[in-house]
């Protein structure tokens, strides 16, 4: 059973950057899809980026493509967020989520996952 769980996150003006990341607790990890959501106020939650545990191509929202930066550390079982160029629109809670998988691209799509974090706020200012 798989346990994941965000750090980072917090405030910053727009243009800035920060940094979520996202440990899992995994007994088999080379077999899970991870992926980062956000959820706005008042909005639906939306997929950011996934990627497949020991894979090197992570899949992208077009929203953040060119400033987002999904990586991973595949023996701490961690993935990371970097967020570059951060926008007031990027204010959400960001989430970390798992599912089983057997190869990438993974998912965007929030149903496909089943395993999620307590989430991260980020917020940025204009």
């Known amino acids: 059973q798989v346990e994941v769980v965000e750090s980072g996150g917090g405030s910053v003006e727009a243009g800035g950057s920060l940094l979520l990341s996202c440990a899992a607790s995994i007994s088999e990890y080379s077999r899970y899809c991870m992926g980062w959501f956000r959820q706005a106020p008042g909005k639906e939650r939306e997929g950011v980026a996934a990627i497949f545990f020991g894979e090197s191509t992570a899949n992208y929202a077009d929203s953040v493509k060119g400033r987002f930066t999904l990586s991973q550390d595949y023996n701490a079982a961690i993935i990371y967020l970097k967020m570059n160029n951060l926008r007031p629109e990027d204010t959400a809670i960001y989430y970390c989520?798992?599912?089983?998988?057997?190869?990438?691209?993974?998912?965007?799509?929030?149903?496909?996952?089943?395993?999620w974090g307590p989430g991260a706020q980020v917020t940025v200012s204009s």
């Open positions: 989520a798992a599912r089983t998988d057997y190869g990438g691209p993974c998912p965007l799509d929030v149903n496909a996952y089943v395993k």
